[in-house]
Structures are given as C-alpha cells and as structure tokens.
Nanobody
Framework: QVQLVESGGGLVQPGGSLRLSCAAS????????MGWYRQAPGKQRELVAA???????NYAHSVKGRFTISRDNAKNTTYLQMNSLKPEDTAVYYC?????????????WGQGTQVTVSS
C-alpha cells in the first residue's frame, strides 16, 4: 500500500506564490515518476508538471516559466513551486506517483489540495 500526502494549497492573490508538497510513503521499492495534475470546475484533469527519478521534467505550456517541479528522491517527496499565479491557475491540484512495490507496480493519486487565486 502506498499513501500520498499533499500540503501547501490555499488562497493567494494574483501574482503571488505557493509551494505544494507531496510525500509518498508505504512499501515502496522505487518511484520512477512523480507529477502534479489539476482539475478546475467543469474541466478535465490536466498535467501540470512531472519529474522522473533522473530529474527529467515536463510542464504544461500554460505554466512554463512560472512553475517549477522538484523532487527529493531520498524522501520520496515532490514539490511544486508556483510563482506569478493567475486566476486561471485556480483548481484542485493532485499529486501522482508511479513506481514499484514488492511484487508489482503502482500508480497512486493524492487526495487533492485546493489552490485559489483571487483578489
């Protein structure tokens, strides 16, 4: 069993910053990819940013240059630094982790954390 615990969401004014954290725990052998997705009301869940064990990253076009994803492999934790936030960044942000456990693979989601950008 793998658990993902997210933190760091909240209310921020346009132009502000937030940092999200997601810690994975459980019977984890390895995590080869961690990522952040978001879902706004009435819209589909979309990839925001992802990072592999080798630190390869990819970002949604809408957040490039404003958001930075990082990862602490020793702690099985990923971070999403969000700067220059815009109202259109408002959404529930979900952490995702994919890797291996003893006996197989896993792909888990966190419970989600609300990010609201509003004046």
């Amino acid at each position: 069993q793998v658990q993902l615990v997210e933190s760091g969401g909240g209310l921020v004014q346009p132009g502000g910053s937030l940092r999200l954290s997601c810690a994975a725990s459980g019977s984890i052998a390895s995590i080869y990819r961690m990522g952040w997705y978001r879902q706004a009301p009435g819209k589909q869940r979309e990839l925001v940013a992802a990072v592999t064990t080798g630190a390869d990253t990819n970002y949604a076009h809408s957040v490039k240059g404003r958001f930075t994803i990082s990862r602490d492999n020793a702690k099985n934790t990923t971070y999403l630094q969000m700067n220059s936030l815009k109202p259109e960044d408002t959404a529930v942000y979900y952490c995702n982790a994919a890797g291996t456990v003893v006996g197989g693979k896993f792909n888990y989601w966190g419970q989600g954390t609300q990010v609201t950008v509003s004046s």
